[in-house]
């Protein structure tokens, strides 16, 4: 169950959790962190690179005659011993992207969000007169005050793509220098975010789509 909260902050209604979100998805554990393993994975740029033996310039003449010097045979000053020379097993440019398909991915964002459901950490906001536009204020409605933000529990706001030009434009106006809160669409939720974050904020707008979307039978 979810409170739904105005514009003010104050409690209109209880929201009965949904039954897509309702379930026990205790062993969707291993789900979950293949998806946030994917997600942190993916976006690497994987561009480091060191020059192996065969790339390094120069080198190419024996330093010394093999026998009769008394000190330990060298083919070339490029081999990874020497200052300068190649480097054994560095790093090469690939890429980390990670592959999980799209039932599980649908699973690990269905029991990531249940399992906000279950303690409580999903709080609805009806946006339809949202208007808070100053940071103090919206830290306020958040937290209950500008003081409490600075040691309250990490919070994740969520809203539609259609509120952009509302709603939206406000949350992320008002909330974007706020430390402890993130602020995301619908459409970008991760479930990094929901499991990265303490509680969640979903706009009513947000939290329908959410539902309709994964509550779909694949």
Known sequence: MASVINATGAVVRDEATPEVFAGDHA???NTIFRAVHREMASPRAGTGSTLKRDDVRG??????KQKGTGRARQGSTRSPQWRHGGVVFGPQPRSYV???NKKERRAAMIAALSDKFATGAVTLLDATDFSIAKTKDFATFLFGSAKAAKNGPTTLVVFAES???GA???IVRAGGNLEKVGITTNTALDVKDVVGFKRLVLTLEAYQLMVAHLGEKK
């Open 98 to 100: 990670s592959s999980l």
């Open 27 to 29: 062993g969707a554990v």
């Open 163 to 165: 509120e952009l030009a």
């Open 59 to 64: 080198g190419g003449r024996k330093p010394w």
């Open 168 to 170: 939206g434009a406000h």
